[in-house]
Nanobody, 120 residues
Framework: QVQLVESGGASVQAGGSLRLSCKVSGGASRFCLGWFRQTPSEKEREGVAQIKTDGTTSYANSVRGRFTISKDDTDNTLYLQMDNLKPEDTGMYYC??????????????WGQGTQVTVSS
């Protein structure tokens, strides 16, 4: 049974940085992993970044150049380094795992989420 546990969310000022972590029980190397976020203005969780089993990454246009997704397969941990944060980055951030990329919301395994709040 795969379980995902996020941590690292906090309240920061615009321009600041945060690093989110997601512990993946069951082996990070086995899955396509990604970060999604639920913002107050969106009905659906928005895909933020994704990393394939071979390490290939992809990003939403809104975060490209500011966020970096990475993983440590030996430690079974997924990361999201977020720099130059903006108020519109505020939301609940979720870690997700799927057996293949792209990650489909309907079949993904989800963590419980970690809150990121960016003030101007």
């Amino acid at each position: 049974q795969v379980q995902l546990v996020e941590s690292g969310g906090a309240s920061v000022q615009a321009g600041g940085s945060l690093r989110l972590s997601c512990k993946v029980s069951g082996g990070a190397s086995r899955f396509c992993l990604g970060w999604f976020r639920q913002t107050p203005s969106e009905k659906e969780r928005e895909g933020v970044a994704q990393i394939k089993t071979d390490g290939t990454t992809s990003y939403a246009n809104s975060v490209r150049g500011r966020f970096t997704i990475s993983k440590d397969d030996t430690d079974n941990t997924l990361y999201l380094q977020m720099d130059n944060l903006k108020p519109e980055d505020t939301g609940m951030y979720y870690c997700a795992a799927d057996h293949s990329c792209p990650i489909f919301r309907s079949r993904a395994i989800w963590g419980q989420g970690t809150q990121v709040t960016v003030s101007s």
